[in-house]
């Protein structure tokens, strides 16, 4: 039987020479060959130690595993699920993979929902329900509605939302589309991770980001991948109560440029917000 800190071993130089990875983060390589081999051991990360013996089954479902990681598939999608705040969501191809620098845009949300009464929120391109499940799970009382353009996304947040019990409802549009009439100056906060890239920075992302999660998450096909900020901002204040608040996640080098489309269209106390433990993100923030 293989030992443990030998299998770790082998998978950390495999994950660091694999060109189709991105390297942002020094230990992030360690970080999931462990992962990977408790999942295979079907144990706790904690539970590991370097000296376990590892069954030959278990050693032949982790090579294969990293092998799959080495050519840029994303650990959850290898697992089968992605945690996001201490919920368990459903990862599977053609839907985006709920990420860790999301988390903060939820925290947000769920700092100024949890203020108020009967409050409604309103998780824009909501993907697999990712934010919108977050609050549903951390906050009482509020009516939470997710809505994506892509049905399959659709289907998969609702199936989240079954399998955690949790109360949202789930609708397929384009941005505002899907909602119903009646929530117009209604939404206490409305959260937007958008598919923010250039569409000619798209051919830069790395193999695991660009092969495998689908364009129409990654861009809205505009030159500074702020087109949908731009119309959710233009429609947020039809939809917001007056006080209410739109919070929209975007990358570092474009926060600046969202907050200002964010005031051109008449929202104000707009500033960009920095968080999360690795503030690879930014959340930009802005009331009616
Ligand atoms: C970056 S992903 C974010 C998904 C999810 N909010 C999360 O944080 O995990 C962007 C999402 O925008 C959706 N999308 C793209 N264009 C859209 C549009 N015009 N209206 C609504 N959703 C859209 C995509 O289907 C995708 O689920």
Redesign the pocket.
Known sequence: MAKAKDLLAWAVKTLKASPALDHWQSDREEIESEELLAFAMEVEVDDLDPGDEVPARAARRFQAMVARRAKGEPVQFIEGYAEFRGIQLIAKPG?????DS?EF?AEQAVRRLRRRRRAIAV??????G??ALAVANETRGVKVIG????AR?ISVARQNAARLGLRATFVT???FGGLPRDLRGKVDVITL???YVGRRELRELPDEIRRFEPA???T?NSVDGLG?VDRAAAEAGEWLKPGGWLLI?VSPDRARAAATVIRRHGLRDVRSTAGGEFKVTRVVVGRR
């Not at 839907?95 to 990420?99: D, E, I, S």
């Open positions: 839907v985006f993979v709920p990420r999301t845009l998780d824009l391109a909501t993907g697999g990712t934010v809505t994506d353009l892509s996304a549009g384009d941005l991770h958008p598919p129409h998450t990654l809205d949908l996640e």
